[in-house]
């Protein structure tokens, strides 16, 4: 989505639709995954990969989730041993490993500073996994336009050594390109940049190997065969898009789908999207596409 428009405070009246429509697909989807279950031998194993954004106070702003949410969402995944790191997912989908019924990968975009102090020690806590997406010509340039928030706080995106820490803490750290542009509508030779200069300067700045790449905006519009080719060409395993949906062994390693966590929802809908209430989401990913946001700049 663009970072701008997403980031605009919703009013009330599109708040609410917004939220009546989510909820709905996701008490309906239940409904028929429980149907489904009753007249099945045993659960379809699959993980779902969540995406969160910023984490703190906010007013009307899908992309922010309460800090009081957040430490809820993770102490229930920990208890009923639903998160899985990285190297489990890839093993999975290379079918090298099971994996429970309903695991759960947890991702963080953007690279707001909250994401240190804010979720950071939540996961450390309940010994979460999580890998957090990073633009990298964005990290340690701050103040900048997209560091405004809905309430009018400014939140900066976090510094190099920030990013370290968040490292040296458990979070894995991927890239979500150089400049947070559609890969898909750019020529090959900018989205061949986007994908290898961003890896290289993450690896660099941090010591660390870059493994997933997450596209920005990940509509149907922002990646193809072509962005994974140059993915695969730059050393990464795996890429995530922002199609909803669960992830099944002989999935598109590169055409990975995750499932957005909202602010403003209550704990039962998260509890509902863990266990496929925004699957069905999917159709409107595949037959809208068109008008979804992904700029090219």
């Known amino acids: 989505m663009n970072a701008h428009v ?17 909820g709905s697909v996701a008490i309906g989807s ?20 969540l995406t969160y954004h910023r984490f703190g106070p906010s007013r009307r702003d899908p992309f922010c989730v309460s800090s009081e949410a957040f430490n809820q969402h993770m102490q229930w995944l920990a208890s009923r041993r639903l998160a899985v790191s990285l190297d489990q997912v890839i093993a999975y989908l290379e079918r090298r490993e099971t994996l429970l019924p309903g695991s759960v990968l947890v991702t963080i975009d953007d690279g707001y500073r909250s994401t240190l102090t804010e979720a950071l020690p939540v996961l450390q806590k309940y010994q979460v996994p999580a890998i957090a997406f990073l633009t990298s010509d964005r990290v340690d340039r701050r103040p900048t336009g997209d560091s405004q928030v809905e309430s009018g706080v400014e939140e900066p995106i976090l510094t190099w050594e920030e990013v370290r820490t968040l490292r040296a803490g458990g979070v894995e750290i991927g890239s979500h390109s150089l400049t947070h542009r559609s890969l898909a509508r750019m020529p090959g030779a900018q989205a061949r940049e986007e994908a290898l200069g961003s890896l290289r300067r993450i690896e660099e700045k941090t010591g660390s190997a870059v493994r997933a790449f997450a596209y920005p905006f990940g509509t149907r519009a922002d990646y193809s065969a072509k962005t994974a080719a140059y993915l695969r060409e730059a050393g990464y395993r795996c890429a ?10 002989g999935a598109d390693i590169f055409e990975l789908p995750r499932v957005k966590v909202e602010g403003g929802e209550g704990f039962w809908m998260f509890r509902l999207l ?12 595949r037959t809208l596409w068109r008008w979804q946001q992904s700029p090219g700049s």
């Open 6 to 22: 997403s980031r605009l405070r919703l009013g009330v009246g599109r708040w609410a639709t917004k939220k009546l429509a989510r």
């Open 30 to 49: 239940r409904l028929v995954n429980s149907l489904v279950s009753r007249v099945s031998s045993k659960p379809l194993p699959c993980v779902r990969v």
């Open 274 to 285: 863990v266990r496929g209430g925004l699957d069905a989401w999917q159709f409107v990913d």
């Open 240 to 249: 995530f898009t922002s199609q909803h949906g669960s992830v099944t062994t």
